[in-house]
């Protein structure tokens, strides 16, 4: 039998990916001169995104008219821990705020363009919302790395917290698929500034998201840094598991592991949907279990 290619192979996961983040992580960067435009059937017009000098979104239609929103985004920029900037857009809603904030850890695609409109429904209905990119990710500076993900969750949380409108305020971290699984890790660490933790389409480690995607060779090299897993059972706080029995980027097997070894009080929410589109269409029920497991 000729091993040789079995051997390249290894070799080229070690050399390339000792910690595979290449299948965790897929950043997009935005640049001032990025632009997005999308048609609106309502308003038979066409919808444009662009952004100003310091990173504002400009939102505009072609004939004019004005954008009618539930919610404002204002664009901020800070430094993580690694001294390189992030870029996060605060969501406020222009109804009356319920006093909930929602800290959005987005899931590994993208940047905040692609992701806002998965948080956008809950602006919608009277949360704050902040969402920022990690590193790489849109406007934000340095290297995407599993490691530096959690280094960003953090200097933002702390960020968020740091400024006069959030502090004091009822606090949940909502993660999506990756930003799902670092959830529990990041409520672990900062469980007395927040209220609760809502995980969406998440996986359970790092270990299965690579043995799903390359067999059990992904086990071998993957290089567990942090798991949802491990932390989950730790956390004293209410845990709000939201998972697609129809979602096919991440098994709905491993959003009920999460649940399983959550501590109580927690809530389990089977939707059928697409992998993390849950606000899209379920945005009335998840605010309505949100409220109920999360009441002061």
Not at 60 to 89: C, K, M
Not at 125 to 154: C, M, P, W
Request: charged share 20%.
């Amino acid at each position: 039998m000729n091993l040789k290619p079995l051997y390249l192979f290894i070799c080229a996961l070690i050399v390339s990916s000792c910690s595979m983040n290449f299948l965790f992580l897929f950043p997009r960067e935005l640049t001032k001169d990025s632009t997005f435009q999308q048609f609106d059937s309502e308003k038979e017009d066409t919808l444009h995104l662009k952004f100003s000098d310091a990173n504002e979104p400009q939102f505009y239609y072609q004939n004019g008219a004005n954008v009618e929103s539930h919610y404002s985004i204002e664009s901020r920029s800070y430094p993580n821990s690694n001294q390189d900037t992030l870029n996060a857009w605060i969501l406020r809603p222009t109804s009356e705020y319920n006093g909930t904030t929602l800290f959005f850890l987005h899931g590994n695609f993208g940047n905040v363009v692609l992701n806002y409109p998965l948080a956008a429904p809950f602006a919608e209905r009277g949360y704050k919302v902040f969402i920022f990119d990690y590193s790489e990710f849109g406007f934000s500076q340095g290297k995407a790395t599993r490691k530096n993900v959690l280094i960003d969750a953090n200097s933002s949380l702390d960020y968020m917290l740091s400024l006069d409108e959030f502090k004091n305020e009822h606090i949940l971290i909502y993660g999506q698929s990756l930003g799902g699984h670092l959830a529990p890790v990041l409520g672990k660490q900062n469980e007395v500034k927040i209220d609760g933790i809502v995980l969406e389409g998440a996986f359970s480690c790092h270990d299965d998201v690579a043995a799903s995607r390359v067999g059990f060779l992904g086990r071998w090299f993957v290089g567990e840094k942090y798991s949802a897993k491990d932390s989950i059972p730790l956390i004293k706080k209410p845990v709000l598991v939201i998972h697609s029995i129809s979602d096919e980027t991440i098994p709905f097997k491993q959003g009920k592991k999460l649940f399983d070894v959550a501590t109580e009080p927690k809530d389990f929410y089977q939707i059928d949907s697409t992998h993390i589109l849950g606000p899209i269409y379920y945005a009335d029920s998840i605010v309505s279990r949100m409220e109920r497991l999360f009441s002061r």
